[in-house]
């Protein structure tokens, strides 16, 4: 059993099934977990009081302990001007990894951790996750010896924690590279299930929203409100930029954004879609509303 101050810990959560094994195994040996998910603009289509009933899925206490951070314009600078540069599409991993690990640390400082745990696993993806740039992030990250990688940990330099004899490499599985048998026999035996798919999760890797992202940044938009509305509805770029909103969940969303981060919309007062002006006038936004609806009143 693990005593005292090595105890605590805090984890990298991601919703996924890594991570909710990473904390599972080391819940196991005895730590206690405290599970961090950092949210971005770019992570979902959904705001973080939707994404923790997500957590459901793992138990309601498990669902109540999760600690959220929204990230705020430092990570938008990040994500414009990478230090490493982006993988295929305009997600910049690498300084992503390291920002992320810096929060990870701040929380770890300030709540008495003592490691930072992730569910990383050796080769399983692109650039971010081969051993070489594993290891720059952990020493850029500050956190160096620190980051536990429970599926992992053979594959990797020994942590504190081993050379300190609190953890046992060989108790702990030793997955790499991208195939997920594994991870999957690996949640059966420890009765995790309904997990959600690995489909990325991250809008950065998409083609097509990267490419709405590097329209935000050419313009001089790369705000968080407008991240949030590219999301919704068809980007129309005609005298200006707008978002068109598709049907009635997309019309909810723009009305629910502009009153949270004061966008411009026209509302119609026909049956017509809700067009968020990003940059341009009411009145292009009112013939383009008129333009995906058969109720337009207006002869345009
Ligand atoms: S996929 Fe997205 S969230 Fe994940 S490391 Fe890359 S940029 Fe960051």
């Known amino acids: ?22 904390i599972r195994l080391m819940e196991r040996a005895g730590f206690e977990v405290i599970p961090l998910f950092i949210y971005t603009p770019f ?8 994404i923790r009933e997500d957590f459901k899925r793992y138990g309601e ?33 690498i300084d992503c990894k390291i920002f992320f690990l810096k929060i990870a640390k701040s929380y770890m400082e300030n709540l008495g951790a003592r490691y930072v745990v992730t569910g990383e696993v050796l080769g399983q993806r692109g650039m971010s996750q081969r051993k070489d740039a ?6 850029e990250s500050g956190l160096r010896g620190k980051i536990v990688r429970p599926l992992s940990l053979s594959s990797f330099p020994k942590t504190e924690l081993e050379e300190k004899g609190i953890l046992d490499a060989s108790l702990f599985p ?8 594994l991870q999957i026999e690996l949640a059966k035996r420890l009765g995790i299930e309904n997990y959600p798919q690995p489909s ?45 909103a598709r049907n ?23 049956k017509g879609p809700v067009v968020a002006i990003l940059k341009g006038d009411y009145e292009k936004a009112k013939m383009l509303s008129c333009r995906y609806t058969r109720h337009c009143p207006f002869n345009i």
């Open 43 to 50: 992570l979902s289509k959904k705001m973080p009081l939707e």
């Open 61 to 93: 206490s498990f669902k109540d302990r999760v600690i959220i951070h929204e990230t705020g314009d430092d990570y938008l600078e990040l994500v414009e001007k990478p230090k490493y540069g982006y993988g295929k599409n305009l997600n910049p991993c």
């Open 134 to 139: 594993i290891l720059k992030i952990e020493k």
């Open 200 to 244: 990325g999760g991250c809008l950065l890797t998409d083609p097509g929203f990267s490419k709405r992202v590097r329209v935000l940044i050419r313009e001089h938009l790369f705000e968080t409100g407008y991240i949030h509305a590219v999301k919704f509805g068809r980007l129309v770029l005609e005298d200006g930029i707008y978002v068109v």
């Open 174 to 181: 030793s997955i790499k590279g991208r195939s997920r048998a």
């Open 248 to 270: 009635d969940i997309e019309n909810k969303k723009l009305l629910s954004l502009s009153s949270k981060y004061q966008i411009n919309l026209f509302i119609p007062r026909f």
């Open 1 to 22: 059993m693990v005593k005292g101050i090595e105890k605590r810990v805090i984890a990298l959560f991601s919703g996924g099934l890594d991570s909710i094994l990473a």
